[in-house]
């Protein structure tokens, strides 16, 4: 047991509270994956981050870990670790704000705009892959809101997650999410589920609910990889093209405010990002 410096952060926050939590574990040396994954499951947040020293070609490495398993690769995870990173000086970011995360999902560019207070992190998702995979029958609340085109498609980019597409915002928002049957769906049980925004004045284009019943979170406050594969979706059926950009409400069912910044680049690579609140910081003896 040694003592190891600790941060919780609030991903994709404009101010703190109203993000999704990210517990953070700075001097990760000696930890083997047992123990990374018994106090991941201790601090029972919906993940936590892990430094590791990089390898040549990246800026900073992390392993990520649920309550119950590790993950390749998620979203608020690598924007706050890209956060923590240039914060406490583990990685500087090149002239032009680029820098390179390593994870279980591999290499991936990372982009850090705007100074301290107002620092804007982007990570690029690794490539979504359409799973060719039936979801069957889906319960009766999902059935009544789901867009009658478009059944749900499940992609990965990393962690796999079923994309459903309803086509009203308030349905979505009173929708009472029926864990047990999601929990069921083939693959981890993890559903995004998303909406046009009822009206073009409210600051984002697209609202999304994301549950994973399947892996013991039941419905996620913000999830970046679940934004992240909605775009690949979009960008699939030709709705979004490169050089797009959009951002995402997620959160206000569990009492948050969540804010997910999406863009296409050139070459149909889609970015996630935001910004980041430190909230606690101190250490666990571990």
Known sequence: MRQRRFLQLDVFAARAGTGNPLGVIVDSD??????M????????LSETIFFLPADT?????????????????????SVGAAWAAVELGL?????????VQQCAAGRLPVRVRGGRRFRELHVRSPQAQRRDTAAGSLPPGLAALAHPEQPPVLWNNGPD????ETGSEAGLRHYSPETAAIATLPGTGKLA??????RPDVGYQYVVRA???GVGINEDPVTGSANALVAAHLLAQGRLRPGAQYRASQGRELGRNGEVHVQVDADRHVWIGGEVQPVIEGRIDW
């Open 211 to 213: 549950f994973a019943p």
């Open 30 to 35: 000696g930890l083997d994956a047992a123990a």
């Open 37 to 44: 994954q018994a106090l991941a499951a201790w601090l029972n």
């Open 91 to 99: 990685a500087t970011p090149d002239e032009d704000g680029r820098l």
């Open 57 to 77: 070609g990246a800026d900073y490495h992390i392993r990520i870990f649920t309550p119950k398993a590790e993950l390749p690769f998620a979203g608020h995870p």
């Open 161 to 164: 997650w079923w994309v459903l």
């Open 193 to 198: 589920v998303f909406a046009p925004a009822a």
